[in-house]
C-alpha cells in the first residue's frame, strides 16, 4: 500500500520559515519524480514545486521561486519542501504527489499519488 506522509506544518509570522518533510513508502521512490501542491479555502489546487526522480532538476511556481527549496533524500524516501520568507498568501493545505515519470508532470490531473497534508498558517 503506498503511502505518502506529510509533517512539518503549523503556525508562523510572516517572514517565517518552516521545513515540510513527506515520507514515502509502498512505492520505487526512485522511480518517481515528486513535487508539492497546496490549496487554499475556496481556491484551486496550485503547484508549489517539483524535484525529478534523479533528483537533478527541480522546478517551482513563480510565487515561490527564490523562498521555497525542494530536495530528497533517496535513502530515507522521504522529499522536503523547505519555505523561507513566508508570506499571508503562502497560507494552505500543503501536500506532496508521487509521479511515475522522469520529470514531474504538474499539470497531470490526476495524481498517482498524493498525501492527506499538512497545514500551513502564515499570520500578518
Known amino acids: 500500500q503506498v503511502q505518502l506522509v506529510e509533517s512539518g506544518g503549523g503556525l508562523v509570522q510572516a517572514g517565517g520559515s518552516l521545513s515540510l518533510s513527506c515520507a514515502a513508502s509502498?512505492?520505487?521512490?526512485?522511480?518517481?519524480?515528486m513535487g508539492w501542491f497546496r490549496q487554499a479555502p475556496g481556491k484551486e489546487r496550485e503547484f508549489v514545486a517539483a524535484i525529478s526522480w534523479s533528483g537533478s532538476t527541480t522546478s517551482y511556481a513563480d510565487s515561490v521561486k527564490g523562498r521555497f527549496t525542494i530536495s530528497r533524500d533517496k535513502a530515507k524516501n522521504t522529499v522536503y519542501l523547505q519555505m523561507n520568507s513566508l508570506k499571508p498568501e503562502d497560507t494552505a493545505v500543503y501536500y506532496c504527489?508521487?509521479?511515475?515519470?522522469?520529470?514531474?508532470?504538474?499539470?497531470?490531473?490526476?495524481?498517482?499519488?498524493r498525501g492527506q497534508g499538512t497545514q500551513v498558517t502564515v499570520s500578518s
Open positions: 504527489a508521487a509521479d511515475r515519470f522522469p520529470i514531474f508532470r504538474a499539470t497531470k490531473k490526476e495524481l498517482d499519488y
Open positions: 509502498g512505492l520505487a521512490f526512485s522511480n518517481y519524480a
